[in-house]
């Protein structure tokens, strides 16, 4: 990742917005401007898929597809697609600081319908056959997803056999009978698709490189397994023997079952990679680096029988390890990823993270929790790194520390000379923990520079609902130290000009 940085976390969601959710409009070039002018040189965000069950991003229905809801409207009322009180008028939920995922999704279907209706004849356009030609995938996922509305979004392995079985004769008869709802989802893509490319070109302009997500799996429901059953360990009927999990440890006694299906890796190998190599292909032309979630399972993946009640009945298989890297870098060149190796981890899994060449992730919040069994001091960092304070599936700095035991509690004061500091400063103590340590690359989570408590966090593993939601509003906004940003960025050697 190149010499000395800093960075900062927020999901695109989590940027403030005047309709229910952060978009790719000025609210996103705003933020862009700040982190340049404060020194920093990366903007992490999560997925940019469509959110599945739960409003996950890590659940899509579509590995490649992006968020429609991000399309910043301004823009389309500027084309005259859209006019600003048929926007206004709308219910986009109360909470300032909380994504209502059901009132911003059917405000958005209604909004972008009439865009679509009103933008001419787009699909001869220029730009959106480029577009097309670029992406192939679109055309599958318009029609998975047209299909699902006309079935009342129920998963696809409960659709009439004739579709969930991809009968040529009843694809093309949904072909013709679907077609406005299928123009709809391929005009989101291809709006969504423009206004990304803006926005990234605009964020390389400033000199600030975007950091993005790959899930390591893909939801059952979704038009990656519609579409290629073979790839995965489904059974004749479609269904999963096995489904992906972890084993218990010490912050959940009986495991999590995520309930993805599991990859068919001997299936991959038979067609050299194909179907990764073009998912990383298209995350890639969106973002400049990228984090691979769950690289261990890259490694040996945990396998929980499915119907199991919790993940201590799973078993440990092999993944493809280096010749998967080895791979993708044979088309793809050499590839700018971040590898997050935390969890589960084996002297196995620390050696192909080396043999990759590719930054692991380092958590000071781990270096802290004697539930952690790893090694995270700070003394110890590898310089080819990422530290964070916590990512998106952790608390808060505050909400972490109200958690820990006293025991845990005196070391992490201890350990930062902070026996009398007050408890709402020492967030500050950890962040400078984070900035000064031999990490070549160190991201903050904007939560832990405002100082919030576990209000401010983005996800709880194992926990249904609630997640996803927390957003900047204006009094969050404003109260970003960006002066505290930019003089810690400097005094600990990552200001980027």
């Not at 600081?97 to 933008?119: D, I, P, T, W």
């Not at 299936?267 to 032309?285: I, M, S």
């Not at 700095?397 to 070391?411: C, I, K, N, V």
Request: hydrophobic share 40%; with cysteine.
């Amino acid at each position: 990742m190149g010499s000395r940085c800093a960075g900062v976390l927020l999901p695109v969601f989590s940027l403030p917005g005047s309709y229910g959710i952060g978009t790719i409009g000025q609210e996103a070039r705003g933020f862009i401007d700040r982190l340049a002018a404060a020194g920093q040189r990366i903007w992490q965000i999560l997925p940019l898929c469509p959110p599945g069950y739960g409003a996950s991003p890590y659940s899509s229905h579509s590995t490649n597809a992006g968020n429609p809801w991000f399309i910043d409207l301004n823009s389309l009322v500027a084309k005259n697609w859209l006019a600003p009180h048929e926007i206004e008028s709308l219910d986009w939920g109360d909470v300032p600081n909380r994504v209502n995922y059901a009132k911003v999704e059917q405000s958005s279907r209604k909004v972008l319908h009439l865009a679509c209706a009103r933008a001419g004849k787009w699909v001869e356009s220029p730009d959106f056959v480029a577009f097309h030609e670029a992406n192939p995938w679109v055309t599958d996922y318009a029609l998975f997803m047209a299909l699902k509305t006309h079935f009342g979004g129920v998963s696809w392995l409960e659709w009439p056999q004739e579709f969930r079985n991809r009968q040529p004769e009843a694809l093309e008869r949904a072909r013709r009978e679907l077609a406005k709802e299928i123009e709809f989802h391929l005009f989101s893509q291809w709006v969504f698709e423009s206004q990304w490319e803006d926005l990234h070109q605009y964020a390389s302009s400033q000199g600030i490189q975007i950091l993005g997500d790959i899930p390591i799996y893909v939801s059952l429901d979704s038009v990656d397994t519609w579409v290629n059953p073979e790839l995965f360990q489904l059974g004749a009927d479609k269904l999963p023997s096995n489904v992906a999990g972890v084993p218990p440890d010490g912050f959940s006694a009986t495991g999590q079952i995520w309930g993805n299906p599991l990859y068919d890796w001997p299936a991959h190998r038979r067609e050299d990679f194909a179907w990764w190599k073009e998912r990383l292909r298209v995350q890639l032309r969106r973002v400049d680096l990228l984090r691979v979630d769950h690289f261990r399972g890259l490694e040996s993946y945990f396998a929980v029988p499915t119907g199991a009640k919790t993940a201590g009945a799973g078993h440990w298989e092999p993944g493809p390890g280096l010749e998967f890297f080895q791979a993708m870098e044979a088309e793809l060149g050499d590839l700018p990823l971040v590898l997050e190796d935390l969890g589960y981890m084996t002297e196995e899994v620390r050696q192909l993270r080396e043999a990759t060449g590719k930054p692991g992730i380092q958590l000071i919040q781990f270096a802290f929790d004697s539930r952690e069994p790893a090694n995270y001091w700070p003394y110890e960092m590898p310089r080819n790194a990422v530290v964070y304070t916590g990512t998106h599936d952790n608390d808060t700095l505050r909400g972490w520390f109200d958690s820990l035991s006293s025991a845990d509690q005196e070391l992490a004061r201890v350990y930062c000379a902070a026996q009398d500091t007050a408890l709402a400063d020492l967030p500050r103590c950890f962040l400078t923990l984070a900035m000064t340590s031999v990490a070549d690359t160190c991201i903050i989570p904007v939560a832990d520079y405002l100082g919030l408590g576990s209000e401010g966090r983005i996800n709880t593993p194992s926990v249904a609902n609630g997640n996803w939601e927390w957003k900047l509003d204006e009094t969050t906004l404003g109260a970003i130290p960006w002066t505290f940003i930019d003089q810690l960025t400097r005094i600990s050697g990552r200001y980027s000009e």
